[in-house]
């Protein structure tokens, strides 16, 4: 029993780190792909020379 506060206060620090990072590329990928397309509609659909 000795340090399982310790390790339960990792394990859960762990998962918050890993969602907190999985989060943070989804919208990053989102925003991405949102900033291609306001390129394309700023230009009235059409493509720049």
Same mark, same amino acid.
């Given at each position: 029993?000795?340090?399982? $506060?310790?390790?339960?206060?990792?394990?859960?620090?762990g998962?918050?780190?890993?969602?907190?990072?999985?989060? $943070?590329?989804?919208?990053?990928?989102?925003?991405?792909?949102?900033?291609?397309?306001?390129?394309?509609?700023?230009?009235?659909?059409? $493509?720049?020379?």
């Amino acid at each position: 029993m000795r340090g399982f $506060a310790f390790r339960l206060t990792g394990l859960i620090l762990g998962i918050v780190g890993t969602v907190v990072s999985v989060t $943070a590329i989804v919208f990053s990928a989102v925003g991405l792909h949102r900033s291609r397309q306001c390129k394309t509609c700023m230009l009235g659909g059409k $493509a720049k020379k």
